[in-house]
C-alpha cells in the first residue's frame, strides 16, 4: 500500500466517535418513539428500558474498548474485532448479520425523517396550492425515498470526510432541540403526574423495548469509523464510552420530563408529543430531521465498510464479488461500491415503510451482535492469551452479563425472530465455512479457556487430595504403558472402559531408544494417529526411553489428568508374544514398592471374544485382590461395550473354609453391594487333586475377559509361571492389589 494512501486512511480523533455515537443514540427514536413508550410502560417501565438497553450496550461498549486496546483496529469496526477473535468462519457470519443491520438502519432513520417532513408538508399544503403534487408532501413512502436519493448522492461523491462533517451539524441542533425540550411548559398539574400508571391496553414491555433498543445502538456508529481513526486505540473507548453514558443520562432526564409535563393518552398516541412541550414547537420536527439524517449518515457511513472488510477477507463465494466489494477510491479508500450496495439496501426496506417491522430487524441483528461481542470479551479473560494485552480492562463479570442479557432478550423480543436470527447465523456459517478452512482462531479460544479451567481444576483437587487424610471409596485412576498400540488394542481397550464412567485413564506408548529429532517426529506421529483412531475420554501421550525399566520409572511418577495421583498401572502383553512379557516380571518389584495396585493384560488373538461375559476367579489366596476384583468387574461393565454382558463370579475355596466364605459372599449379594445376580455367583469347593487352572480353563473357556488374581510374593518366586496355563482362555486381566479394598 503506497504510504500516502497509508496516512490518507486515518483521519479522524475522538470527537467524530463520539458525534457519530451520540447523533445515534439521540437520534429518530427519542424524538419519535420515546413519548410512545413513556405511555405504554409508564415512567418506571421507561427507566427500566433504559437499564436494561444499557445493560446490554455498556458491557458492549466496555467489551469493545478492551478488544480495541489490545490490538490494531483496522476498517471494519465490529466485523473486525469480531473476526480477529473467533475466526473469520463465525466473524464473517456475525458481520453479514451486522452490515444487514447497519444498512436496513438507514431505511429506519430516512422513514423517520419522513415522519418529521409530515408537518412541514402539511403546512405547505396549507399556506400553497400545489395542485395535483400536494399529496407527495404528505406521502411518508414517497419522502423516504426521495430523501434517500438525496442523500445517497453527496455520500456517494464526497464519502465519509462529508458525513463527519454533517455531524458536528447535526449533533449541535439535537442538543438545541433538547434544551427548548426541557425549558417546555408542562401541559398538566404537578397532582395529575403519576409515575407508575401507563395506558389502557398497553403494549407489552418486550415488544415496547424492541422499538426503542435501536437508540442504544450508537456504540457501532462510533466503531464503525476504526479504519478512518488516527489512533482507534484511544478514540474508540473514549468516544463510546462517553457517549454512552451521557445518552443514558439524557434518556432518563427526558422520560421525567415528558411523564411531568402531559397525558399518558397524548404520549402514546402523538409522535411528536415533545413538540407539543418545547419552547418552541417546531424546534422538534427541526431536530428530528436533524437526529434522523444523523442517524442515516453515521449508518451509511459505517455500513459499507463492514462491506469493505468482509470482502478483503475474501468470504463471498466469488473472488470477483469480493474484489469488489473491497475496493475502495484511489485517494482515500472510501468504499464507493459498498456504499451502492447499502443504498439499494435502503431503498428496498424505505419502500416496505413500516418504521416497526424495521426497528425488530434492527434489534435482532444487533443483539447477536453485541452478544457475540461480550462473550468474546468474556472469553478472553480466562483464556490466558499472553497476546492479548489490552491497555482498557473491563471485568469479565460485566462481559458475562452483557452476553447473557443479549441472548436472553432475543428470545423475550421476538421468539419467532430470534430462531430465524440463529437459523441464519447458522446458515451465513455454514456456507462460509465450506469455502474458508480459517477455523483456528475460534477453536483455539474456547481451547484456551478449557486449558485454563482444567489447570485450575487439577490444581484444586491436588490440594484437595494432600489435605484428606484418604478417599473411603476406592475409584481406578489407571495409567496402562504398551509399546504394541498400533498392534493390538488390549490394553487400550481395558484402559478406556476402566475410565468411561467411574474411573480416570491415561494411556502411554512406549518407543524404544533415545529422545532426537526422528524419534520425536515418530511420537508425535504414532500420538497423532491415537487420538485420531481411538476417539475416548483417555488421555493420550507417548514416551520416548532407553529402555522398558527407565519407562515404568518415569510412568509411575505421573500425575493424573484430574490432578489426583494415579493408583493402578495396567501392563499389557500377547500370549503368541510372551518374550515381551520377560521386561514386565522383570520389573514388578519397582512397580511393587511404589505402592500401586497392578494389572496385567494378556491378549489372545486367537479367541473373539462377543463381550457376552466376564468371569471373575476368586480363591482363598485373594483375600487382597478379592474386591478390586470385583470393583473392576463391575466398573468395566459400565461401558456401552458390554451393555449387554453379566458378570460371573466364581469362588474356590478349600472345605475347611468353604461355609464361611460362602455366607460372606452372599451377604454382599444380598444387601446389594454386588452388580451379580445370585445365580451368577458359584461357590466351588476345591478338590486337591485338580489344579485351580485346570478348573478355571474349563468353566471359563468362554467367557470374554477372565479376572485372575495373583500375589505379589509369588510373582518373586514362580514368576512367568504364575500367568501360565491358561490355554483356553481368551483375553486375562491378572489383578495384584497392594490392599484390600472397601466394596461397601
Known amino acids: ?15 467524530p466517535v463520539f458525534m457519530a455515537s451520540i447523533s445515534t443514540i439521540l437520534g429518530a427514536i427519542l424524538f419519535l418513539r420515546f413519548g410512545y413508550a413513556v405511555g405504554n410502560v409508564g415512567f418506571f417501565g421507561a427507566i427500566a428500558i433504559i437499564i436494561l438497553g444499557h445493560a446490554v450496550t455498556i458491557p458492549t461498549a466496555l467489551a469493545v474498548a478492551e478488544i480495541a486496546t489490545n490490538r490494531k483496529v483496522e476498517g471494519g469496526g465490529d ?3 469480531i473476526s480477529r477473535s473467533f475466526g473469520l468462519n463465525i466473524g464473517a457470519a456475525i458481520g453479514i448479520a451486522l452490515f444487514l443491520s447497519q444498512a436496513i438502519s438507514v431505511s429506519f432513520y430516512i422513514i423517520a425523517f419522513a415522519e418529521s417532513f409530515i408537518p412541514f408538508g402539511q403546512y405547505i399544503n396549507e399556506t400553497y396550492n400545489l395542485g395535483s403534487f400536494s399529496h407527495y408532501l404528505e406521502d411518508r413512502k414517497a419522502i423516504g425515498l426521495v430523501s434517500m436519493s438525496l442523500l445517497s448522492i453527496p455520500i456517494l461523491s464526497k464519502g465519509a470526510d462529508l458525513g463527519v462533517k454533517a455531524l458536528y451539524v447535526v449533533a449541535s441542533i439535537i442538543f438545541v432541540s433538547l434544551i427548548l425540550f426541557f425549558f417546555g411548559e408542562s401541559q398538566i398539574s404537578w397532582d395529575n403526574v403519576d409515575f407508575f400508571s401507563k395506558v389502557e391496553n398497553a403494549d407489552n414491555f418486550f415488544y415496547v423495548f424492541t422499538i426503542i433498543f435501536p437508540a442504544f445502538t450508537g456504540i457501532s456508529a462510533g466503531l464503525g469509523l476504526s479504519g478512518d481513526l488516527k489512533e482507534p486505540r484511544v478514540s474508540i473507548p473514549r468516544g463510546t464510552i462517553i457517549a454512552t453514558i451521557l445518552g ?32 418552541w414547537r417546531p424546534i422538534i420536527p427541526i431536530g428530528l430531521a436533524c437526529a434522523a439524517i444523523s442517524s442515516a449518515l453515521g449508518s451509511i457511513i459505517v455500513a459499507p465498510r463492514t462491506l469493505q472488510a468482509l470482502g478483503k477477507d475474501k468470504i463471498f463465494p466469488s473472488l470477483k464479488l469480493d474484489y469488489w466489494l473491497a475496493k475502495g477510491k484511489k485517494k482515500n479508500n472510501e468504499p464507493l461500491n459498498g456504499t451502492l450496495v447499502t443504498c439499494v439496501i435502503a431503498f428496498f426496506f424505505i419502500y416496505i415503510g413500516d418504521i416497526n417491522f424495521v426497528a425488530r430487524i434492527i434489534s435482532m441483528f444487533f443483539m447477536v451482535t453485541y452478544g457475540a461481542i461480550c462473550l468474546i470479551s468474556f472469553l478472553e479473560h480466562f483464556s490466558g492469551d499472553p497476546s492479548y494485552r489490552p491497555v482498557f480492562k473491563s471485568r469479565w463479570y460485566i462481559s458475562l452479563l452483557g452476553a ?4 436472553w432478550l432475543m428470545f423475550k423480543m421476538d421468539t419467532l425472530f430470534a430462531f430465524l436470527s440463529i437459523i441464519i447465523m447458522i446458515s451465513f456459517y455454514y456456507f462460509i465455512s465450506k469455502k474458508s478452512s480459517d477455523k483456528r482462531e475460534f477453536v483455539n479460544l474456547f481451547k484456551d479457556v478449557l486449558e485454563q479451567l482444567g489447570r485450575q481444576i487439577q490444581i484444586f483437587l491436588q490440594r484437595k487430595n494432600e489435605s484428606s487424610i484418604s478417599n473411603v471409596h476406592w475409584r481406578p485412576f489407571v495409567v496402562s504403558i504398551s509399546d504394541a498400540s498400533l498392534k493390538r488394542n488390549g490394553a487400550f481397550d481395558i484402559t ?13 506408548h512406549f518407543i524404544k531408544g533415545y529422545l532426537s529429532k526422528q524419534t520425536f517426529e515418530e511420537s508425535k506421529e504414532i500420538k497423532h494417529k491415537l487420538i485420531e483412531n481411538k476417539k475416548t475420554n483417555v488421555y493420550v501421550d507417548t514416551l520416548i526411553s532407553p529402555s522398558y525399566t527407565s519407562a515404568l520409572a518415569q510412568v509411575v511418577q505421573l500425575s493424573s489428568i484430574t490432578g489426583t495421583e494415579n493408583n493402578l498401572i495396567l501392563l499389557e502383553y500377547c500370549e503368541s508374544n510372551k518374550e515381551s512379557f520377560e521386561d514386565v516380571i522383570s520389573n514388578f518389584n519397582l512397580l511393587h514398592t511404589t505402592g500401586y495396585d497392578v494389572a496385567i493384560m494378556r491378549s489372545n488373538d486367537n479367541k473373539v471374544d462377543k463381550k457376552e461375559e466376564i468371569h471373575i476367579w476368586i480363591s482363598s489366596r485373594d483375600y487382597e485382590n478379592s474386591n478390586m476384583m470385583i470393583l473392576l468387574g463391575y466398573i468395566i461393565l459400565g461401558h456401552p461395550d458390554w451393555k ?5 463370579v466364581f469362588s474356590i475355596y478349600p472345605k475347611d473354609k468353604f461355609e464361611e466364605y460362602k455366607n460372606q459372599m452372599f451377604d454382599y449379594i444380598e ?27 474349563q468353566r471359563s473357556s468362554k467367557s470374554d475377559l477372565t479376572i485372575i488374581g495373583f500375589r505379589g510374593e509369588l510373582v518373586k518366586k ?27
Not at 404 to 407: F, H, K, Y
Request: aromatic share 10%.
Open 404 to 407: 447473557t442479557l443479549s441472548i
Open 79 to 81: 466485523y473486525y474485532v
Open 644 to 648: 449387554n454382558a453379566q458378570i460371573k
Open 1 to 15: 500500500m503506497p504510504r500516502r494512501l497509508k496516512e490518507s486512511l486515518g483521519q479522524f480523533g475522538t470527537t
Open 718 to 744: 514362580q514368576k512367568l509361571d504364575i500367568f501360565e496355563g491358561y490355554d483356553n482362555l481368551g483375553n486375562i486381566l491378572f489383578v495384584n492389589s497392594i490392599n484390600k479394598k472397601d466394596i461397601e
Open 248 to 279: 443514558a443520562i439524557i434518556y432518563v432526564l427526558v422520560a421525567f420530563k415528558l411523564t411531568i409535563s402531559t397525558d399518558l393518552e397524548n404520549l402514546a398516541n402523538n409522535q411528536l408529543v415533545m413538540s407539543d412541550i418545547a419552547l
Open 496 to 508: 478406556r472402559w476402566i475410565a468411561h464412567k467411574y474411573g480416570f485413564g491415561t494411556y502411554i
Open 671 to 697: 444387601s446389594g453391594r454386588l452388580p451379580i445376580s445370585p445365580r451368577n455367583m458359584k461357590m466351588l469347593l476345591h478338590d486337591e487333586d485338580i489344579s485351580i487352572k485346570e478348573i478355571i480353563n
